[in-house]
């Protein structure tokens, strides 16, 4: 994988449903990867950032796990409310050097949860 | 204050016109970030700032120009921009405590240009 890759593109589920998107990466000189959540009209607001390698990290309903060696994190809701309706973008960023600070955005995940 | 506020929310140009977008933090944080986002295209990053020294510029075209002035206002300067320039522009400022690369990074809601 070369670039950060988002799955599924846009998402519809019913209030209640749990749901779960992926993000894949490039493993090869990974640091971290950070979670967002975005609201229409809003600032991206970060949820995660894993480093280690079977992290996982809670907030509330939603979770994050993170595999380095394969570059892929899952991100689940549960119970999903339609204040959750945003767009879930994950970025890598990469170690040191002249890559400091970098993030790589995938082009997220759209969910809608309808009431 | 945990906000970074970006100003203005909207900007209309002329091909012609320069102006200016304007980024600020009081969160004491050190780094400072301009990113670029096209419609339906995730956010890229343009330039970063860190101790108030641009420490990257991502190939950017010189019609715009970033400027620090201190650890808490970041403007990016525009000239001779083009309609393609034409985009959401994002700055986000992070606190440097663990070397950058897993800081985590704290977005503005984005000034919306468009060029005429």
Redesign the interface.
Known sequence: ILN?EQSPQSLHVQEGDSTNFTCSFPSSNF??L?W?RWET????E?LF?M?LNGDEKKKGRISATLNTKEGYSYLYIKGSQPEDSATY?CAS????G???????????TILTVHP | DTEVTQTPKHLVMGMTNKKSLKCEQHMGHRAMYWYKQKAKKPPELMFVYSYEKLSINESVPSRFSPECPNSSLLNLHLHALQPEDSALYLCASSPTTSGGASDTQYFGPGTRLTVL
């Open positions: 950060v640091y971290a950070h967002y009209a809003k600032s991206p970060a950032v480093t973008l960023s990469n170690a040191g002249t890559s400091y600070g970098k993030l790589t955005f995938g082009q997220g």
